[in-house]
């Protein structure tokens, strides 16, 4: 497969290339030239098999020759048994049409552990057989971060350096990260938003002398290779539910746009999918997107669902890609509009093709205790605050109530405790792994949001380890 960036002025590359290329060097984000479809008769092949099974097929008309079946499937089988359930990504049935895709199984408890854990061992391969050395740059709300953390630790080919938002994210989100004592790992606390960690990670990238000094390599998921790895549950989940001779819809609790752009990318590959709900918090750029036509950015606003607390929704860019005829010239011209103005307003087919497939709602915090006391109460189940986002989102859109609706349980509620405790009165307990998560010592560099300072202190890093 080849990749195209979305402003179509950056080279045209391979698998390996766009996994190590992270952001495209025209600014615009990489996705695949055309979409591999599934036929119906394969669609249905994938129900009843290992989640591993289903990952290496959904994966290699991406990966292509790059790298091979038997290597792949190995990768696939390592980075998966790090998970605590043997389904990987299990469903939970809480209502006559609705479901839970637990995604929290993973080695730091939110759904970024399904794409990393992956990509951690992607970028280990093709930089051995390359024998290079990245430098890995990532912004994170909190779970990112961590994941990325965890899949990059003591790897020798990467440094890897997390910026997250002083003071606005968990307590355990940030001893995840601040606590992991590998010499490649550095976590970074600046003062500012997600919105300002992200926005100095694409600097770094658009700067290309540093790009290129440091090898940068990129975990968020402007990286295509993120993307993918999360498309797979939309297959194995839809799949155990009927599909494709039964239509299914996703509750996608969204920030950066990546986890329900996967779910767009199964329907280019031939999943028919009733509806993808975008669930956000009060942070709801996208859900007044989806009314009005017009993207405008506002300040950010703390919620209980701290990792979504985000204006600048990365990912929206490609679906912007998909639904412009994938003019990059004209999704270009949008992006000027949005670093000119704070704003750009979407062409009425645009509008349109988007509201085929995406229906939005936004839930605010006090939306979230009540769902999170009711799920509780009805089920036994208790939900995470950003789960309980996508759970009341479905409420108000929801298409049809006979097609099961999958909802997207994206963290465990345990790193997200003071909420869970304030709606259900008890406080979840972390998981035996990180039982100790609170008597560890903490490694952090507190920086101010300025981008000098910050890429100084990378390359000096990188200078010292060298
Ligand atoms: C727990 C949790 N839920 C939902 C989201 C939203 O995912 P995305 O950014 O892919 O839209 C994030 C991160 O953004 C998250 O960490
Ligand atoms: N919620 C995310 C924000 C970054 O999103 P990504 O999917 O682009 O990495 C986080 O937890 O960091």
């Given at each position: 497969m080849r990749y195209v960036s979305t402003r179509g002025r950056a080279p045209v590359l391979g698998f390996e290339e766009v996994l190590l290329a992270g952001l495209a060097r025209d600014g615009g984000l990489y996705v695949p030239e055309s979409w591999p479809l599934f036929s119906l008769d394969e669609i249905s092949d994938l129900a009843g098999r290992s989640y591993e099974d289903v990952a290496v097929r959904i994966l290699a008309p991406y990966v292509g020759d790059a790298i091979g079946k038997d290597d792949l499937a190995a990768i696939v089988a390592d980075a998966y048994a790090t998970f605590r359930h043997k389904a990987v990504v299990p469903l939970v049935q809480t209502g006559a049409s609705d479901w839970l895709m637990?995604?929290?199984?993973?080695p730091t408890l939110a759904f970024k552990d399904v794409a990393m854990q992956l990509i951690g061992r992607l970028f280990d391969h093709v930089l051995t057989k390359r024998g290079e050395r990245v430098t890995i740059v990532g912004a994170t709300s909190g779970d990112t971060g961590s994941a990325a953390i965890e899949a990059f630790r003591d790897r020798a080919a990467a440094d890897v350096f997390i910026l997250f938002p002083h003071g606005r994210v968990s307590e355990v989100q940030r001893r995840q990260m601040t606590?992991?004592?590998?010499?490649n790992v550095h976590a970074i606390a600046v003062e500012g938003t997600f919105d300002d960690c992200q926005s100095l990670v694409k600097a770094m990238f658009n700067d290309h002398a540093f790009r290129d000094g440091m090898r940068l390599g990129a975990v968020n998921s402007i990286n295509w290779a993120r993307v993918m790895a999360q498309a797979v549950y939309y297959f194995t989940a839809a799949t155990a539910l009927g599909a494709p001779s039964r239509c299914v819809s996703f509750s996608v609790p969204t920030g950066n746009f990546g986890d329900i752009f996967a779910g767009y990318v199964a329907t280019r590959m031939g999943l028919p999918v009733e509806q993808l709900v975008i669930a956000t918090n009060a942070n709801d750029i996208l859900a007044r997107t989806i009314e009005t036509g017009t993207y405008s950015m506002g300040e950010v606003v703390k919620t209980l669902s701290p990792s979504m607390d985000i204006q600048v929704s990365s990912n929206f860019e490609r679906l912007l890609f998909e639904v412009m005829g994938r003019d990059g010239a004209a999704v270009q011209g949008l992006m000027d509009g949005l670093q000119q103005s704070r704003a750009f307003t979407l062409p009425g087919p645009a509008l349109e093709e988007v509201r085929r497939t995406f229906d939005a709602g936004s839930v605010d915090d006090d939306r979230i205790l009540a769902t999170i006391r009711r799920v509780h109460a009805e089920t036994g189940l208790t939900i995470d605050p950003h789960t309980a986002v996508g759970v009341a989102a479905a409420v108000g859109v929801r298409r049809d109530p006979l097609t099961p609706m999958i909802h997207l349980a994206c963290a465990h509620p345990a790193k997200f405790p003071d909420a869970v405790e304030k709606a259900t009165k008890a406080r979840p307990g972390l998981p035996p792994h990180l039982a100790d998560l609170f008597d560890r010592p903490e490694r952090m560099s507190v920086l101010p949001n300025d981008l000098a300072a910050i890429k100084q202190a990378i390359g000096e890093k990188v200078a010292s380890t060298a």
């Open positions: 637990e995604l929290f199984h993973g606590t992991v004592d590998a010499p």
